[in-house]
């Protein structure tokens, strides 16, 4: 602590080819990444996946088997967690419960040896800063669910580190407050200018908040970047499945057409898709459609019914119909025998826009949205 911050966008945090294993188990599998000063990263993945061991590796709980972790150039792998610019908020918060609000977040400040001084205001400003003026005198289990998350996290600020990593901090919320709590997180860190590090199994609090997502499988990173990236160009079938819900059909076959690709699926016959700006290998692959970009409108003829061409044009009966308020999900029988997911925006105009069970209806879309995923 104490050192000066790298200025917004200059590289805070590396991570090189770091490992980690229990036993014979590589929870941890040769991460690589870089973290810029000011940046909002979430780390995202199934449970088990190694996102909370990286973290502890990051404080200093854990040491890496292989590999280094450098902030601001320097090597702090042997550096113990309180001696590291980086604070860790956890997933349980862990709280002391004997100790007050106050106390709490003096913690770690005491232990810095901070003068008594300014220890108080930098609490009162901590306390501040998260919303707890007049719980000061509080024990924890004297807090609701979501001031406890405010404790932890003012205790975890109150050093001021250079980053900041929270482990699942919003999961022991309810989903109205998760929400809330997820817009007070990004508008505390906006302001503070800090870098955090976010750790959690939701796809839509990570897409929510960072402005960088990594996506973690198996100990390794299988993909990193914006939230726009990962939803419309991901890499894999199973980043695609994972990130948002998707439409997947296997390919049997493939045949070049200019700048598009017309590829034989089982299940909805032929479709043309855009040529991927990685090109296709010899090895399986799928055709991947977002169920918004799915568009559905009555059987009739095509003047009627305004879709344009018969391209990708798939015939079907409505299966199941699921209505999320701005939005519905219908699930589509193609006659060719496999299910579409269609999700269509709700307009004030329900007579236009509903269908209902057992419907025959065409769905459609460009091969501009279908993106190619191996398999
Ligand atoms: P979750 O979302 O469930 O918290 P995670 O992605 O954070 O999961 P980790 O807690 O990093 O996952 O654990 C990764 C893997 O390493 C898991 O399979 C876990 O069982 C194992 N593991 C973690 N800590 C230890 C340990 N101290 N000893 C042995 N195995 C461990």
Not at 90 to 100: D, E, K, R, V
Not at 228 to 237: F, H, N, Q, V
Not at 286 to 295: H, L, N, T, Y
Not at 318 to 331: E, N, P
Request: charged share 25%.
């Amino acid at each position: 602590a104490g050192d000066a911050y790298p200025a917004a966008g200059e590289p805070l945090l590396r991570v090189e080819g770091v490992v980690k294993t229990f036993g014979t188990f590589r929870a941890v599998d040769g991460v690589s990444l870089e973290i810029k000063a000011g940046e909002f990263f979430a780390l995202l993945g199934p449970s088990g996946c190694g996102k909370t061991t990286l973290l502890r590796m990051l404080a200093g709980f854990e040491a890496p088997d292989e590999g280094r972790i450098l902030l601001g150039g320097k090597d702090i792998a042997q550096a113990l967690p309180h001696e590291r610019p980086i604070n860790m908020m956890f997933q349980n918060y862990a709280l002391f419960p004997h100790l007050s609000v106050r106390d709490n977040i003096a913690f770690g400040l005491k232990r810095a040896n901070m003068a008594r001084s300014d220890i108080a205001t930098r609490v009162a400003e901590m306390v501040a800063l998260v919303k707890l003026e007049g719980l000061e005198k509080r024990k924890p289990d004297q807090l609701s669910g979501g001031q406890r998350q405010r404790v932890a996290l003012a205790r975890a600020l109150a050093r001021r580190p250079q980053l900041l990593l929270l482990d699942e901090p919003l999961a022991a919320l309810d989903k109205k407050l998760r929400e809330n709590t997820q817009g007070e997180l990004m508008e505390l860190q906006r302001r503070l200018g800090m870098t955090f590090i976010i750790v959690t199994h939701d796809q839509e609090e990570a897409m929510t908040m960072a402005s960088r997502i990594g996506v973690m499988k198996s100990g390794k990173l299988a993909q990193v970047g914006a939230p726009r990236d990962l939803y419309e160009a991901p890499r894999s079938r199973w980043i695609a499945e994972f990130v948002g819900d998707i439409n997947l059909f296997d390919a049997e076959s493939k045949l070049r057409d200019g700048h598009r690709l017309v590829v034989g699926t089982r299940d909805a016959g032929a479709l043309v898709v855009a040529e991927p700006r990685e090109p296709v290998g010899e090895g399986k692959f799928s055709v991947a459609i977002r169920p918004e970009k799915v568009k559905l409108s009555r059987r009739g003829p095509v003047s009627e019914t305004g879709h344009a061409t018969a391209i990708n044009r798939l015939d079907g009966v409505i299966a199941d119909i699921c209505y999320l308020g701005g939005t519905t999900t219908y699930k589509v029988k193609l006659d060719t025998g496999g299910m579409l997911q269609a999700s269509v925006a709700n307009s004030a105009r329900l007579d236009v826009d509903a269908y209902s069970l057992n419907q025959q209806i065409v769905a459609w879309f460009t091969p501009d949205d279908c993106v190619v995923l191996p398999s």
